[in-house]
């Protein structure tokens, strides 16, 4: 019969569960240590991610090539019909002319030949004022400076006439892929009795001019160039009112 032993068994046993009780505390205290971990990250974090984002930002700004300003072009030519003899008798009022999809705001409308049905604008080439009001300035100018009538308004005046002039832009683009590059234009008119509202005549009206260099600057006198042309011939249609002193010079 084995005579039974104490202690040392004990002694061994109390090892055993000394050794895991260690090994139990640390797997409890593990996940304790690691969210500890995770707050101190994260309270460094902030400052770790503003000096990353001063580096990108520097970076950046560095590599980036400088924005491209947006350029405002006026269309107000000068008028190209000279006066010829006394004015009408009476006042001429030239309504805002209407247009259709982009010809109604300020960026520069263009088509080209690759794709001559898809109507497109310039991001950064505006008209100071969009197109139909700065056509209808030109034709008051123009009628003015041509001194048809005694009077030549706009319909902020607000006052009575003897004849109503207005109508539509139809056309009025650059065509910097044609050969040569140009711009073309196209108005509808229309002068009306302002007593009855009869019509005394509906016109339209066509040009183009070539562009005379490849820059910005070159299309926008091209196309003050147009509007010039457009209202004399509007000018020299107004010369052949009765009473109307005519011209027989063309520009």
């Given at each position: 019969?084995?005579?039974?032993?104490?202690?040392?068994?004990?002694?061994?046993?109390?090892?055993?569960?000394?050794?895991?009780?260690?090994?139990?505390?640390k797997?409890?205290?593990?996940?304790?240590q690691?969210?500890?971990?995770?707050?101190?990250?994260?309270?460094?974090?902030?400052?770790?991610?503003?000096?990353?984002?001063?580096?990108?930002?520097?970076?950046?700004?560095?590599?980036?090539?400088?924005?491209?300003?947006?350029?405002?072009?006026?269309?107000?030519?000068?008028?190209?019909?000279s006066?010829?003899g006394?004015?009408?008798?009476?006042?001429?009022?030239?309504?805002?002319?209407?247009?259709?999809?982009?010809?109604?705001?300020?960026?520069?409308?263009?088509?080209?030949?690759?794709?001559?049905l898809?109507?497109?604008?310039?991001?950064?080439?505006?008209?100071?004022?969009?197109?139909?009001?700065?056509?209808?300035?030109?034709?008051?100018?123009?009628?003015?400076?041509?001194?048809?009538?005694?009077?030549?308004?706009?319909?902020a005046?607000?006052?009575?006439a003897?004849?109503?002039?207005?109508?539509?832009?139809?056309?009025?683009?650059?065509?910097?892929?044609?050969?040569?590059p140009?711009?073309v234009?196209?108005?509808n008119?229309?002068?009306?009795?302002?007593?009855?509202?009869?019509?005394?005549?509906?016109?339209?009206?066509?040009?183009?001019v070539?562009?005379?260099?490849?820059?910005?600057?070159?299309?926008?006198?091209?196309?003050?160039?147009?509007?010039?042309?457009?209202?004399?011939?509007?000018?020299?249609?107004?010369?052949?009112?009765p009473?109307?002193?005519?011209?027989?010079?063309?520009?």
């Amino acid at each position: 019969m084995v005579p039974l032993r104490f202690g040392r068994p004990h002694q061994r046993t109390a090892s055993r569960i000394a050794t895991r009780s260690s090994r139990s505390l640390k797997r409890l205290t593990r996940p304790f240590q690691r969210s500890m971990s995770d707050k101190i990250a994260l309270r460094r974090s902030p400052h770790v991610l503003t000096a990353l984002i001063v580096v990108l930002l520097a970076g950046g700004c560095g590599s980036s090539a400088p924005m491209r300003s947006d350029l405002f072009y006026s269309l107000d030519p000068d008028p190209l019909e000279s006066p010829v003899g006394a004015p009408l008798p009476g006042t001429l009022l030239v309504s805002d002319l209407a247009a259709r999809g982009f010809l109604g705001g300020r960026q520069i409308v263009f088509r080209t030949e690759a794709e001559p049905l898809q109507v497109q604008r310039y991001d950064d080439l505006l008209w100071a004022d969009p197109v139909p009001r700065a056509l209808s300035r030109n034709l008051v100018r123009a009628v003015r400076h041509a001194q048809i009538f005694e009077f030549a308004l706009i319909t902020a005046d607000r006052a009575r006439a003897d004849y109503l002039l207005g109508g539509e832009v139809e056309r009025f683009e650059h065509l910097p892929t044609a050969t040569p590059p140009r711009v073309v234009g196209a108005l509808n008119l229309a002068l009306v009795r302002a007593d009855d509202r009869r019509s005394v005549w509906d016109r339209s009206y066509r040009g183009e001019v070539e562009v005379q260099g490849d820059t910005p600057e070159a299309m926008a006198e091209a196309f003050n160039r147009l509007a010039a042309l457009l209202a004399a011939d509007v000018v020299r249609d107004l010369r052949t009112l009765p009473g109307a002193a005519r011209s027989s010079v063309r520009p």
